[in-house]
Nanobody
Framework: QVNLVESGGGLVQAGGSLRLSCAAS????????IGWFRQTPGKERDFVGV????????YYKDSVKGRFTLSRDNAKNTVYLQMNSLKPEDTAVYYCAASRGIGVQPKVYNYWGQGTQVTVSS
């Protein structure tokens, strides 16, 4: 069982930045791929980005490329999602999730955090 806890969400003006954190309880954290997803009311959970086991490889959805950056510190069992140049359409609940294998579909991920709200005002 991997327990994930997101933090760092909040209210920010358009053009601003936030850094989300995803902290894990699992001591074998480095063996998990971490994905980030976001969800707005009435919509399905949407892929944002993923970082591989070592942190050496990342992949993002097109709309966040160049604005969002994933990194991980396996010594701290934490993954970070740095979000810059935020837009109102980035408003959502953001979730991190863990998987043994890499993928962009929510069904690939076995463990999920509780989510953190990000609100970007115009």
């Amino acid at each position: 069982q991997v327990n994930l806890v997101e933090s760092g969400g909040g209210l920010v003006q358009a053009g601003g930045s936030l850094r989300l954190s995803c902290a894990a309880s699992e001591r074998t954290f480095s063996s998990y791929v971490i994905g980030w997803f976001r969800q707005t009311p009435g919509k399905e959970r949407d892929f944002v980005g993923v970082i591989n086991w070592s942190g050496g490889s990342t992949y993002y959805k097109d709309s966040v490329k160049g604005r969002f950056t994933l990194s991980r510190d396996n010594a701290k069992n934490t993954v970070y999602l740095q979000m810059n140049s935020l837009k109102p359409e980035d408003t959502a609940v953001y979730y991190c999730a863990a998987s043994r294998g890499i993928g962009v579909q929510p069904k690939v991920y076995n463990y999920w955090g509780q989510g953190t709200q990000v609100t970007v005002s115009s």
